[in-house]
């Protein structure tokens, strides 16, 4: 097993930038050496945040309505407030449900949570199903189309064009490859926010011009109880910025440095919850392809947000781009031949390896191109405290043979859900978020608290200066 040390520390994205036609099919990975070389890695991170589910639990929202702009209908926005919803602080312990504290072995603890319901009370749930969202005041939803699972070219009212002025920035909460995130405040509604900022010059030397135009529309195409919501977009003359809620609970990939790994229940209901958002991102033919637990976030219930569409991407049929995280990544991307879904069900499984074992199956000694190799050979040690259920999905989603990965063959993510593993798993609650998260992050709802984020040191250069737009055109939907 890989010693831990090097694990804390974040992978980022490869990406040889827009999609490409390969000329070469790599059999072996020492082509791949410059589109793949690897980039600067990140130190780990703390925990985020969640966004209001319930309607007697609205006054604690950051962010359940869109933020006004400055030349867009005022917003409504009750003032946050500090009240509390008893039931869930009666939950909030910072723990693992069904893991000691210190535990840090692998015992199998109780499935309650993946089997019983919610101990929310009596309160309505109102982020259920695929669409409807209700603002957490009553007052008119912030979008009011639901967006039916499957249903192409769903309208999101997310045009509502911001403006720097229109917030508060604040720290910090993660960095990545392109991109930094802060918290930011709307100074019309009190409510907090995460604001990407992407620095367009930046953009363009990297060569992720179309994949950032990709992550607007794509964040802007879909809308679900398990990925972030888009509110709006602006730019300046130097930035790209996307304003999204703030989910306060945490990055997944701090909870599981910190838990080294997960026992068997708490991985499958993370996992279960990918499992649904990826089957709706199918279904409105998107592939997402950047899956690995620093882009999934927590809720304040403890719910999963996927995050980060930076490599999201309308494919109906099949692409080559070479772009992802490098343990992450499907043999048939790391050799450079077309792919298609099917490299976010190999993901899913490394995901759900990494979840388990504390570690991914291809890592070696941090070197990309070594994990690349390992990738190709496609050989998985499973340990031995891998459930058999487990271990028999994974085999069946880490597979090369593109006809024989579950997900990507007849069935497709029905046979995922209907695998053993997931016998328990109640589909249509855990859709309507009617299930127990099993840890819910230590957070002060509504006040943005973002302490379960790690520190980072914040950009120096100002936002929002003049001088010339030499990119601004590149960017129409910004
Ligand atoms: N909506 C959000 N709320 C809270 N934190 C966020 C949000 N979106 C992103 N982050 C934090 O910022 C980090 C970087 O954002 P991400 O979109 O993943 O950028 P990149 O494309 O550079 O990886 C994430 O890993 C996460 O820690
Ligand atoms: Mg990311």
Known sequence: MPTLGFLKKKRTKDS?????????????????????????????????????????????????????????????????????????????????????????????PSIHNLIHPPNYGSSQHTDSGYGSSTDGNGSAPALNLPQQRGNANPSRETKGKYTLTDFQISRTLGTGSFGRVHLVQSKHNQRYYAVKVLKKAQVVKMKQVEHTNDERRMLQRCRHPFLITLWGTWQDSKNLYMVMDFIEGGELFSLLRKSQRFPNPVAKFYAAEVTLALDYLHSMNIIYRDLKPENLLLDRHGHLKITDFGFAKEVPDITWTLCGTPDYLAPEVVSSKGYNKSVDWWSLGILIFEMLAGFTPFWDSGSPLKIYENILKGRVKYPPYIHPDAQDLLSKLITADL?????????????????????????????????????????????GDASLFDKYPEETEAYGQGGSDEHGKLFPDF
């Open 403 to 447: 006809t024989k990965r579950l997900g990507n063959l007849h069935g497709g993510s029905r046979d995922v859900m209907t695998h053993a593993w997931f016998a328990e798993v109640t589909w249509e609650r855990l859709s309507k978020k009617d299930i127990d998260a099993p840890y819910v992050p230590p957070v002060r709802g509504g006040v």
């Open 16 to 108: 040889s930038g827009s999609d490409f036609t390969p000329t070469s099919p790599v059999s072996n990975t020492a082509g791949l050496g410059s589109a793949l070389s690897p980039q600067l890695s990140k130190s780990s991170n703390l925990f985020a945040e969640p966004e209001t589910t319930f309607t007697n639990d609205s006054a604690q929202s950051s962010a359940t309505s869109p933020p006004a702009s400055s030349g867009g209908t005022k917003a409504v926005a009750a003032p946050t407030s500090n009240n509390n919803n008893t039931s869930m602080n009666a939950q909030a312990t910072g723990q693992l449900q069904g893991q000691d504290a210190n535990a840090k072995t692998q015992n199998v």
